[in-house]
């Protein structure tokens, strides 16, 4: 099999990786608008070629993955369109699926149902290719999104590829899969973005850094995730993540209140909730 | 040394664990409000002896350690203060230092001077001393905020017991202390514990828990903290916790103003100031 990886980061670049390892892939060519990523790639063993035009990656590939931000998804899906060998599939790996799917029922048209839109629930606090590794995804959950539309074979070779990198496959509507991710995803990654760079703007910033005990440690990891990425994400997912942030701006209001009045039933009550939803669940996060 | 431990959970469990296993203690009583923290600790041999009274368990210590949530320090130092042998030590581990020093101050009259107020910056996300473990506070930070009156003697004896189990030992003033612990600490906390009760109270909780990626799973760890010593805590420490929620409210706002109005570049420069601060600081946390 031949992939072109358009988008050569850490998510692109270890599913390139894991494909390799598992002996799916023959050759890997690659594309980004950032010649330093591919030259790591290439140094790596990632890729076997760097592509100077998305056009010249996809040309001849049975597989075509997107891995860029997903705000950049319609305009890398409109220069893939017309190089497409007329039995290669496309996928992706973005985290929301609603304007992903839009961008590519645009941008493909009638080879829209060959596009069988993906997110892996994997990542890490280091970005770009050069910290990619061949097994995140090893029990990792893979969701797709299909259309009624989209090619039942398409859709069966691409869950089958990550099942061979074992990542346990689930199917999600794509309207699902957003608002979930809205709420488990997308605004604790806003809450620790915004935590870390109030705290970072401080007067006396340093001092709180050195010392910040393992919660706040918890929140600097996940606000080491890309900005690039995660400003697309919140675009792409505009009403869904407005939507829980306004909610959670109104728990936090209420809190105050708690807070102020010297409420300790209230608070107690709130934090009992979450300590017991943590302990009811703990089996799904053990398992994930 | 005779050991009186007053509040047997994680924290106090713990460090009676470690003061036993470094062969600092000769014996430990007990006393706890619930009776089954008793009889767990006598079984794991954290304590010898369960005391049926705060008076019983600190007759003859030579040191007493007051480990319950900090909204009850007020008492158990009333109740302590009669009992104290003329040259016992008192300290204790609260996450707040302020409110513990008024009432150590207001509980102790003369006897203030012995009392040691300190915070070793140590925890985990599973309550009780049935998970205390000896090795706690290895490598960890311990705060005292020691007072004008504090007598050195008392002060260098609980900060050298500290160091002897693996602690590095800082001083702050308990202003500062708390003003940075709002920040680092108790707001994250509140965060967290806001956000799985907010997705914990929605309809489709379990296929939102089901989903979660790592950056929740990190949440829910943080959301598993006692609620009665959090409760405490922003009670305890209210006007800093109020001060940081009220910024942190703002900040969201100023977040949600940038996403509906589609304003890429204010998310990427808030995303980027909390990734580069992240990385500019990834020293204080490998080495906490």
Redesign the interface.
Known sequence: MKLALIGVGLIGGSLAAALRAARRVDSVSGFDCDPSALVEALRLGIIDRAAASIDEAVRGADLIVIATPV?VAGAVLRSVAPSLDVDAIITDVGSTKGSVIAAAREALGAKFPRFVPAHP???R?LNGVVHASADLFEGK?L?TTPLPETAAPALARVEELWRGLGARVERLGHQ?HDR??A???H????????????????P?????????????????????????M???V??AN?QA??SE?????D???K??QA??A?D?AA??L??????????R?AS??DS?
């Open positions: 705000g629930i994997a990542g606090e959950m969701i699902d979930i991710f709420a488990v995803s605004l604790p990654h806003l809450l620790a973005f915004a935590l870390v760079a109030q705290i970072a703007g401080e006396d910033a340093n001092r709180k850094f050195q010392h910040a005990g393992a919660g706040f440690r918890d929140f600097t990891r996940i606000a080491a995730a890309s900005p690039a995660w400003r697309d919140c675009l505009k993540v407005a942030l306004t909610s959670f701006r728990t936090l209001a809190l105050q807070i102020e010297g300790a608070l107690e709130m934090f009992e909730r979450a300590s017991s939803a943590r302990r669940h799904d996060f994930a």
